[in-house]
């Protein structure tokens, strides 16, 4: 089932660093994902973890631990155009992401 | 490849009314998705396609709602009778196997939005 959380908004400052949480519970994990998504536009995909550690792409890192139940995006120098939502889901049964709610970010200069 | 296309971007209609919306998917992808997301919500899974096999729907998926694929191509989707409960994004995504399998994921469509009045 959806049993995914993760905070609702968040503000932080131009040039920051944030990190947005997300647990998840599920019988059966095929990988992590992180979406990133601007009112009114389509889900971006940003990352996709399937193995525990970190994994860096640019300004953005996200990490997991399936022990846990856990995974974390880091958004580094934060810049204006970052203030969008961004979405945290898992795989399930190899057809189909279970969303969490998505946590806010609003970037401010 | 332009992506995932979605047709209209908005509907309004009375309650009662049936509408249906279309979804272009990436043309190599063989896999076809459909959500819905309100509000302040994650998307929340409808159905999806193999090709033009309709193999998996979500129970929020009521006896309203009909999805075809008729061609393994584009995909429409149809709301009969429609409700007010029944304005959201009608979000489609399309995938070459499963999201994760060449890790870029699922590619979303910018969505239909519905206001039903």
């Known amino acids: 089932g959806q049993n995914i959380d993760q905070p609702t908004e968040m503000t932080a400052t131009e040039g920051a660093i944030v990190q947005i949480n997300c647990t998840y519970q599920?019988?059966?994990?095929?990988?992590l994902f992180w979406y990133q998504q601007h009112a009114g536009e389509a889900p971006t995909f940003l990352s996709y973890?399937?193995?525990?550690g970190l994994e860096e792409k640019g300004r953005f890192s996200s990490f997991l631990s399936r022990s846990k139940g856990y995974s974390y995006l880091l958004l580094k120098e934060l810049q204006m155009k970052d203030s969008a939502s961004y979405l945290c889901a898992h795989e399930e049964g190899n057809n189909r992401l279970a969303f969490g709610k998505g946590n806010q970010v609003v970037v401010i200069p | 490849d332009t992506g995932v296309s979605q047709d209209p971007r908005h509907k309004i209609t009375k309650r009662g009314q049936n509408v249906t919306f279309r979804c272009d998917p990436i043309?190599?992808?063989?896999?076809l998705y459909w959500y819905r997301q309100t509000l302040g919500q994650g998307p929340e899974f409808l159905t999806y396609f193999q090709n033009e096999a309709q193999l998996e729907k979500s129970r929020l998926l009521s006896d309203r709602f009909s999805a075809e694929r008729p061609k393994g191509s584009f995909s429409t989707l149809e709301i009969q009778r429609t409700e007010q409960g029944d304005s959201a994004m009608y979000l489609c995504?399309?995938?070459?196997?499963?999201?994760?399998?060449?890790?870029?994921?699922?590619?979303f469509g910018s969505g239909t939005r519905l206001t039903v009045v």
């Open positions: 599920t019988s059966g994990f095929n990988g």
């Open positions: 995504a399309s995938s070459l196997g499963t999201g994760g399998e060449r890790g870029y994921g699922y590619t």
């Open positions: 043309s190599e992808h063989n896999r």
């Open positions: 973890n399937v193995l525990d």
